[in-house]
């Protein structure tokens, strides 16, 4: 197992950059999920790793080893780099068995026989596959052809396991499965396991480490779980990873004030620079809570049953915000009734500059 | 409130080449007011789709009886079925069901064609019609160049413009995104509001059920399990079927000594729990993940540890071991526990159940194939 | 998925240099068999149409076309092909709703029946049809001129009506199969909701049903069109004795009558234009309308299609699909097999005449071995070469994408244009001696060219479907697993398109083993094929021994389909 390391990388597509300059370096033996929203440039990335694309700048090293380096003119054939990857379609070969479809890299590499046979039960092992070793992959499910495409990838000592979306074409169960089924094989391996989604909530189920990528292709934030929850670097981040409110803030006359069409003082905690103008806070909807002695008035225009919480939609002045009470809250301190009008507290604020013409959710 | 749809003995039987006679409605008795909104929830399988197309008229009935607004329009023993042109409903598919060769006005004013509406009362209804789902100024556009939500909004036009006492909404936001989903919701609720029409809805996702509905109907395995309203299913599930399909769980298997509820595997620390007088020896009490208080070690509660944290979207998520069990506890990403620290929690007016029914999972998987 | 497209051309620049080579030579292969085999005869039609001996001449042009026979032969093609188009596509509509959507009983048997006539040649119905009804000496009319008494026969098959009749009979199941597909992809809701909406079953049928089928109502209704212009079979059986021609008989009357002269090659040249353009006319019609009305009628969830009681109406209907069946597929088989064994043509239908001697003839005589061996010699190479030349073509054009790969389209694709009775001219004008001094006349080889022309677009566009089918990834993940780009290309896209490649195939094996209208105009004393033969048995009077040599066709057409079907059933994975 290696680390892998991007170096500067450029990718264009005609007059389209989609990479500029990209770094990032993954550690070994880790989940690094490399998340951002489609069209970010994450698949151009480990598809370049692959050596299925060829940037034209940078350099690209898996432990020791140089695959790619744009100034040294080295460029390893995609055969030869020896990474493993999971297709998000599966890419499971249908005209041959399980079987045959996990010996094929082994086969490649002109392994004895028998070794081929016992390193191929035993990837199938892994992923509890064993009993359809014989079957055509279009007898299998998906789920059950993702997990051949994941044996596929480890059949071979690759250096570094690439997962492109692997689970998004299976249901929300078998998604759920198949994340523990990857953590607990990479627990066994100790691989290094490069994962690219889209989806925020897997990326957190599954990662070590995550990248989170901006629409633009830059690498935004890089950090463990609970940096990027706790610890959001940037305004991106903090809407990208879930639900946002945000309010615009200002220094009045006594202290600071929200500007909601007219200001209303807000007491809580806030930074020096933030008052400096142009900024607003931001606010999960489950970190606004109802408090009666609180000074910043809020009215219900709808709220609404979701079973494991109330989704309340609030005006605050001219804006209108999105709260939301968990069950245990509700039942501690009771509901608020559309028309009424209820004192709210923020907590766990952020405070970042407003994006221009950005509105409220 | 006057009964609108009333369902008396309905009962539906299929013959299948693998599994022989399957009962996908059995018995279901039911009566829906005049302008509720009402669910049909459950697992695929479990007989919501087949009784909204008993009510729409394409199924006929293996017996029972149903009546629409205090007309009887499908009776078993009768051999009568109106058929389906006839019963002045609304409907709204999954797979949206616009017709792709004609264009927004022609589809919407396709069912006042039928009826012969004059041409003036078509151009004003159907006008009405795309008014209230936003779609004016589409009229010539063809359903192909629209977005699916704009193509739900079709179906949606073409079912108010009759102006039906009916409407049967057969997963009718299944096939959007879910930002859309919410979006949709709120409309046909509005429309409800507006045209007083009552609803049936079916679907298989318990947020969006008990979003939209005033009272609803769990179903599972082709029978009745529960029909109340969003808020008591949701609070008192009648049992941990219903629980479980209702939103998130966690189940605790536990053992009676004494009036006390001991977890399985922990035998000295018990539960701080009242535990009701009628409990059997073994028993489940079920909670969900983020009706859980997690404390400091405050010697309330019950004492043990974090195993496991995972940082989700929108909570957090902690894994603690109750006895032998590992129990899931949710809480807003401010609660911040570390991997090993001491914790306690605390329930809040759990539910319980008698002890697992291996059984009955079994055959609710079987017929998960058919 | 969009990311496909640009990944493959990405992964070819990554190939850098190396490949480009073996590419190379691949695109250079299929312009130059290309060019060979379709650009040549084409433009020697074309060329020899307008000019003579290198100078424009439009005179023979303009003669053809003055000429009241041949007005007559195009107004007789015109008619007998929207007669057909029409009688046909109601037949196949009528049929496919009924076995779509009503709930008339044993479908599965009634679907593989109406299947039959489609792998029959038309021909052979059409000496059939001619056996029982000739004007002058039909068995069922001499029957029912007795029966009921009349001067006359009562039906005259030898007719425009009876062109029409026998090429609907064959050609309906063009429209049927297209729409009965439609009817089965067809999202059941889109009928229900009409239902919801006040509409009674018959309105749905109307205003929702038919024009959501109508894309494949087109599609098969201009197939029938094109097929039945270019056709030779049935009009030249029927009609040509008694003077009614089509353009493709009447062309094949000049050259016949000029006795292979260059002059009646000429002329021949000049007609086949006008059958072009008019075939032309009705492809680009059909391209238009099946672009203009295309609309997603998929399935969302998969249900049963509520199939609509017929209630009453069910067994006259059941009565009425038997009947039909009977006549257009038993009665024609029948038919021929009793005259298989008569004495000789003409004598009553009677135990006391029936003799297996026509078989010891037909199995005795040299031609007629002879042109079993053509047959099956030209059109298994035909078959062959074709799979392996397309698959070439479809690798070229899908996944190599050279520049001019278009063009490479258009020209692979356009044999497809152009009937085979105008394709042999332009292969006679091509490879009898006139470039490079190759002469092929009067061999065999020079009906295999023709026919690698006629049906290289049948493999192509099956390897081409194919070649889609694989995804990129697919080759990708091979590559990423340790295979270099012949080993991914060898271990993974062949094997995944050799079912394609085996049915394409099938599809060209099969149609040339019953081909008789390109054959007809190209057959030597010692290359006749199995059709030609039977026409010329017939032709020389000699009926029943046709119709033996018929059944045998028949029979090892059926032996050929069984296997197909057999085969293509077991085909792995994809």
């Not at chain 3, 699909?321 to 004598?347: D, E, N, W």
Request: proline share 5%; net charge positive.
């Amino acid at each position: 197992m290696a680390n892998v390391k991007f170096d500067n990388i450029t990718v264009s597509y005609g007059n389209h950059t989609v990479l500029k300059n990209f770094s990032l370096e993954v550690e070994s033996g880790k989940i690094v999920c490399l998340v951002g929203p489609s069209g970010c440039g994450k698949t151009t990335l480990v598809r370049a790793l692959l050596g299925l694309n060829k940037p034209e700048t940078g350099s690209i090293m898996v432990g020791e080893r140089c695959l790619f380096d744009a100034k040294k003119r080295v460029n390893v054939p995609a055969e030869k780099r020896n990474i493993g990857i999971v297709f998000q379609d599966y890419a499971v070969w249908p005209h041959m068995t399980v079987l045959e479809n996990v010996c094929y890299p082994l086969k490649k590499q002109r392994r004895p026989k028998d070794e081929i046979q016992k390193r191929a039960m035993r990837a199938l092992e892994q992923v509890h596959m064993t009993e359809y070793a014989k079957h055509l992959p279009n007898q299998l499910s998906g789920g059950q052809q993702q997990r051949v495409a994941i044996a596929r990838a480890l059949v071979v000592d690759s250096d570094v396991l690439v997962m492109d979306e692997p689970i998004t074409n299976l249901d929300a169960k078998l998604r759920e499965e198949m994340l523990l089924e990857i953590r607990m094989i990479q627990k066994r391996l100790n691989a290094t396991i490069l994962y690219i989604t889209h989806d925020q909530q897997s990326a957190l189920q599954l990662c070590d480490k995550m990248a989170i990528m901006e629409q633009d292709g830059t690498l935004c934030q890089y950090g463990t779980d609970e940096e990027i929850i706790l610890h959001p670097a940037n305004r991106f981040t903090f809407e990208f990873i879930g639900v946002s409110n945000f309010l615009p803030v200002e220094k009045g006359s006594n202290g600071a004030v929200l500007n909601c069409g007219s200001p209303i003082p807000y007491d809580g905690e806030i930074p020096q620079e933030a008052l400096a103008g142009g900024y607003e806070m931001g606010v999960r909807p489950n970190d606004i809570v109802f408090d009666a002695s609180s000074p910043i008035l809020a009215k219900v225009t709808s709220r609404v049953f979701l079973g494991s919480e109330y989704n309340y939609f609030l005006t605050v002045g001219d804006r209108q915000i999105r709260v939301q009470q968990s069950m245990l809250d509700a039942r501690t301190r009771g509901v608020a009734d559309e028309g009424e009008t209820v004192g709210i507290r923020f907590l766990n604020t952020r405070f970042y500059p407003a994006k221009k013409g950005a509105q409220t959710v | 409130m006057a009964d609108q749809i009333v369902l008396r003995h309905v009962t539906k039987k299929f013959t299948t080449k693998t599994l022989g006679d399957i009962i996908a409605v059995d018995d279901f008795n039911l009566s829906v007011h005049e302008g509720e909104c009402f669910s049909f929830l459950g697992p695929s399988g479990c007989g919501k789709s087949t009784t909204l197309r008993m009510i729409a008229g394409f199924e006929d009935l293996t017996e029972g009886e149903i009546e629409l607004c205090g007309k009887l329009v499908s009776s078993s023993k009768k051999n009568l079925y109106v058929p389906p042109e006839d019963r002045g409903l609304g409907m709204v598919f999954q797979a949206f069901a616009v017709w792709p060769h004609m264009n927004v006005f022609e589809n919407v004013a396709f069912p006042l064609r039928i009826q012969k509406v004059n041409k003036t009362d078509i151009n004003r209804r159907v006008a009405e019609a795309l008014h209230h789902t936003s779609l004016t100024g589409l009229e010539t556009t063809f359903p192909s160049d629209l977005s699916g939500g704009q193509q739900q909004r079709i179906a949606l036009a073409r079912a108010i413009v009759t102006n039906p006492k009916v409407m049967l909404l057969d997963e009718p936001l299944s096939n959007l995104d879910p930002k859309l989903r919410e979006t949709m919701r709120f409309e046909i609720k509005a429309l409800q509001r507006k045209f007083n029409f009552t609803i049936i809805f079916v679907t298989h996702d318990q947020s969006e059920a008990m979003a939209i509905s005033d009272r609803m109907m769990v179903c599972d395995m082709g029978r009745i399990m529960q029909i109340d309203t969003p808020e008591n299913l949701y609070n008192k599930p009648c049992n941990r079927f219903v629980h479980n399909f209702l939103g998130e769980s966690t189940f605790i298997n536990v053992e009676i000594r004494e009036g006390k509820a001991f977890p399985k595997g922990h035998p000295e620390q018990a539960l701080d729990l009242m535990v009701p007088a009628d409990a059997a020896h073994e028993m489940v009490v079920a909670t969900r993940p983020n009706e859980i208080a997690l404390k400091g070690p405050d010697g309330t509660g019950f004492t043990t540890h974090v195993e496991k944290r995972i940082f989700l979207t929108d909570r957090t998520e902690y894994l603690v071991p109750v006895g032998d069990q590992l129990l899931k506890v949710q809480t807003p990403h401010r609660v911040t526990f570390s991997e090993g620290e001491a914790c306690s929690v605390h329930f809040v007016e759990p539910m319980w159940y008698p002890a697992d029914d291996a059984e009955a999972e079994k055959e609710r998987h079987r017929r998960q194939l058919v | 998925m969009k990311r496909y497209d640009g990944a493959s051309a990405e992964l070819a620049a990554v190939d850098g240099r190396k490949r480009l080579n073996m590419d190379k030579v691949m695109t250079a292969i299929c312009f130059v068999l290309l060019l060979v085999i379709v650009v040549i005869p084409i433009v020697m039609i074309i060329y020899n149409a307008f000019f003579n001996e290198g100078k424009l001449e439009l005179g023979t042009f303009v003669d053809q076309i003055k000429e009241e026979k041949n007005l007559s032969a195009m107004w007789n093609t015109l008619k007998i092909a929207i007669g057909a188009t029409i009688l046909g596509t109601i037949m196949g509509v009528f049929y496919a709703w009924l076995l779509g959507r009503s709930d008339i009983p044993a479908k599965g048997l009634m679907r593989a029946l109406f299947n039959i006539p489609y792998m029959f040649p038309p021909f052979l119905g059409a000496m059939a049809w001619d056996m029982m009804f000739n004007g002058r000496s039909g068995y069922i009319n001499k029957f029912l001129r007795t029966l009921l008494g009349l001067k006359t026969m009562p039906i005259n098959i030898n007719s425009v009506w009876g062109i029409i009749f026998v090429e609907v009979s064959y050609y309906f199941p063009f429209v049927f199969m297209q729409v009965v597909s439609a009817l089965e992809r067809m999202d059941p809701t889109l009928e229900e909701s009409a239902r919801i909406a006040g509409a009674k079953q018959r309105q749905v049928i109307w205003k929702i049903t038919l024009p959501l089928v109508k894309p494949a109502i087109s599609a098969g209704a201009l197939l029938i069109l094109t097929t039945s212009l270019a056709h030779f079979g049935v009009p030249a059986i029927l009609g040509y004795a008694r003077g009614i021609y089509t353009l493709p008989t009447r062309i094949y009357a000049v050259i016949y009558n000029s006795g292979g002269s260059f002059d009646g090659i000429r002329q021949g040249a000049a007609l086949s234009v006008m059958l072009v353009v008019v075939v032309s006319l009705a492809l680009i019609l059909q391209n238009r309308i099946l672009s203009a009305g295309s609309y997603d009628i998929i399935k969302g969830k998969s249900m049963r299609p509520t199939l609509i009681k017929l209630r009453g109406a069910k067994i006259p209907l059941l009565v009425l699909a038997i009947l039909t069946l009977v006549l257009i597929v038993i009665v024609p088989l029948v038919m021929i097999v009793l005259i298989s064994f008569l004495k000789a043509y003409g004598l009553p239908l009677a135990f006391e005449n029936f003799t297996l001697d026509q078989y010891k003839t037909v199995f005795a005589s040299n031609g007629t071995i002879d042109s079993i061996k053509n047959s099956l010699f030209a059109s298994i190479t035909a078959g062959i070469v074709c799979m392996f030349l397309g698959t070439l073509v479809a690798y070229v054009v899908q996944k190599i994408r050279p520049k001019g790969k278009g063009a490479l389209e258009v020209i692979s694709m356009l044999p497809y244009a152009i009937p085979g009775t105008v394709l042999s001219i332009g292969v006679i004008l091509a490879w009898s001696g006139r470039i490079l001094g190759i002469n092929l006349y009067n061999t065999i080889w020079i009906i295999l060219v023709a026919y690698l022309a006629r049906y290289l677009s049948f493999s192509m566009k099956t390897s081409s479907a194919a070649l889609l089918q694989v995804h990129s990834s697919l080759e990708e993940a091979a590559r990423v697993c340790g295979a270099s780009h012949t080993e991914s290309l060898a271990d993974i896209t062949l094997p995944l398109i050799r079912p394609a490649m085996v049915s394409g195939f099938f599809l060209i094996f099969l149609p040339a083993m019953r081909e008789v209208t390109t054959s007809i105009l190209l057959y030597g004393p010692y290359t006749r094929t199995l059709g030609v033969q039977i026409y010329s048995l017939r032709d020389a009077g000699m009926i029943p021994q046709a119709a033996a040599l018929a059944t045998v066709a028949i029979g090892i057409i059926i032996v050929l389909n069984t296997i197909v079907t057999k085969l293509t059933k077991d085909r792995k994975g994809v």
